[in-house]
Structures are given as structure tokens and as C-alpha cells.
């Protein structure tokens, strides 16, 4: 079975974004930690996440994401993006501060 398009970029997305390592990535979608270093890896080089239709995106079969995981992902996601802005906030705020 083959990794969709939006498995592929929440991949890339939980180790640029959130700083997952890429072996707990891996074990969560069932593949290869090498796999998920050469996802980030070319996402890295060419600035955007690789096509679904690219070579080896196959990974063993997955059970459908549980309601469980789902709510702590998007939990995840909410307070990742909150602590993202309040630095973004911080940073601007002494920027124009050292002005």
C-alpha cells in the first residue's frame, strides 16, 4: 500500500514543524526511519513536499487513524501553532523595541 499525499506531508510536517524525531515518525506510519529522513531530505532541497507518485513511497498496511490520535494531533497542531505566534509576538515586540 502506498503512502497518500497527506500522509506524506504530515510527515514532513511533524519533524520540520514540531521536531519529532524521525524514528517515532516512522514508527508511527509503520516505515522506514531512513524513508522518513529522505522525505525531509528532498522537502529540504527543493523547498516543497515530494508528489505522492514518486518511487518508494510503499509502507507496510495501517489501521486507520484512531479518534484518539486524531484529537491529541490536533491538539498537538493547536498548541505547536499558539507557542509558534506568542514567539512571533515576543520576537516583533523586541525588535521594535531595539529600534
Known amino acids: 500500500m502506498k503512502l497518500t499525499q497527506t500522509d506524506v506531508e504530515h510527515i514532513v510536517a511533524d519533524v520540520l514543524r514540531h521536531g519529532l524525531s524521525t ?3 516512522a ?3 509503520k516505515i522506514s526511519q531512513r524513508r522518513v529522513q529522505q522525505l525531509v ?4 532541497k527543493n523547498g516543497q513536499v515530494p508528489c505522492g507518485g514518486s518511487q518508494g513511497l510503499r509502507r507496510g498496511r495501517r489501521s486507520p ?4 490520535k486524531a484529537f491529541y494531533r490536533k491538539l498537538t497542531d493547536i498548541i505547536v ?3 509558534m505566534r506568542m ?5 516583533g515586540e523586541s525588535q521594535e523595541v531595539n529600534k
Open 41 to 44: 531530505q528532498y522537502t529540504k
Open 27 to 29: 514508527k508511527q506510519f
Open 23 to 25: 524514528a517515532f515518525v
Open 65 to 68: 487513524i484512531s479518534p484518539q
Open 81 to 83: 501553532g499558539n507557542y
Open 87 to 91: 514567539v512571533e509576538q515576543i520576537l
